[in-house]
């Protein structure tokens, strides 16, 4: 099987240490973050009836030349690219998934995927676009994700909203991993994954259908394929090590550990993770996480609504058909 793959998650979970390591499985080639998925589907109105070779040509030329996609770290052609996305079957997923099985290919494989943490939030959209794939959320103790949130300098937002962002994520992947087909969603955990990263692989790899592979130990071999300028990950170059867990413990602050542990507290056990129980946040902390998931929930409400709208007048087929499993095909 070709099922595609995405690596999902909150922000600094870890996402791109599993990205190296399901790359360096000999039939997986995951690609460093692109940017062109989301927007093309958001988008999808201005390209017009993709039947029409035209059409599908200028969608084709925008996701290869437009600067914020990244499309320079794939290493492709762009003309040869360009070329095998307008010959692609006539759906958005089709062309989406023809840049990404490109990749693939690249390497000499025939699995092909992506990785997002924001795709976390964007589940049914991929599933719409993907209906066969495989997605694998990696899932990161709350208050490490926060704490390595505050250091990043691309991150713009405050701590109350990066302790939703992770609510979020785990709220969006329980939602839609009851509603996928079996065998679609997969959990694990990043303190897992580090402190035995052979037994969790080996469990990916099943999950996969795949033969696992000791090459996946060794993901620091490949770090090269993330783009340098992402110097946030930095620890992707050496060995897998779990010198990370729990470094909320030294990055938080007593209130902001009082904030995440009051208002996470119940998802953190369900995973396992311990509460040091400092006690409740005061009034104007909680006040203002409140309105801060209050206001990012009307965001995504207002987002599906819009998008939910479109799907209703327009009947349109986004479905990716590029499968060579005919059972696991759209009908």
């Not at 080639?29 to 201005?46: C, D």
């Not at 996701?63 to 003309?79: E, M, N, Q, S």
């Not at 079957?89 to 990749?103: F, I």
């Not at 000499?108 to 795709?119: A, E, H, L, M, V």
Request: hydrophobic share 35%.
């Amino acid at each position: 099987m070709e099922r595609p793959i995405f690596i999902v998650g909150c922000p600094r979970s870890g996402t791109t240490l599993l990205q190296l390591m399901l790359h360096a499985h000999p039939r997986i080639a995951i690609p460093p973050e692109t940017r062109f998925l989301l927007p093309a589907y958001y988008r999808r109105a201005e390209w017009g009836d993709l039947d029409e070779p035209a059409h599908r040509q200028r969608l084709a030329e925008w996701i290869v030349t437009t600067r914020g996609h990244k499309f320079d770290d794939l290493g492709l052609d762009p003309a040869a690219t360009i070329a095998e996305m307008a010959a692609a079957p006539p759906t958005l997923g089709s062309m989406l998934g023809t840049v990404l099985r490109a990749y693939a290919a690249s390497h000499g494989k025939p699995r092909w995927g992506d990785k997002r943490p924001t795709y976390i939030r964007y589940l049914p959209d991929l599933i719409r676009m993907f209906p066969d794939a495989q997605f694998v959320h990696l899932i990161r103790d709350g208050r490490d994700c926060v704490g390595s949130l505050k250091q990043m300098s691309w991150w713009k937002y405050d701590t109350a909203y990066a302790i939703n962002t992770w609510a979020r994520a785990i709220d969006n992947g329980h939602e839609a991993g009851r509603r996928m087909p079996p065998g679609s969603y997969y959990e694990l955990q990043y303190e897992h994954l580090v402190a035995d990263p052979a037994a969790e692989l080996q469990a990916l790899c099943a999950f996969l259908d795949e033969a696992y592979d000791p090459s996946m130990l060794r993901p620091h071999e490949l770090a090269s394929v993330t783009p340098r300028r992402k110097t946030h990950h930095a620890r992707t170059q050496g060995e897998i090590d779990a010198a990370a867990v729990r470094s909320w413990e030294s990055r938080l602050t007593g209130a902001e550990i009082r904030l995440a542990e009051h208002v996470l507290g119940d998802r953190l056990e369900t995973y396992g993770y311990d509460l040091t129980g400092p006690g409740r946040p005061p009034a104007k902390d909680l006040a203002h996480y409140y309105r801060t998931a209050a206001e990012a929930k009307q965001d995504d409400f207002r987002r599906r609504a819009r998008d939910g709208w479109r799907r209703i007048v327009t009947e349109e087929d986004v479905a990716c058909r590029l499968s060579t499993d005919p059972t696991l095909m759209p009908s």
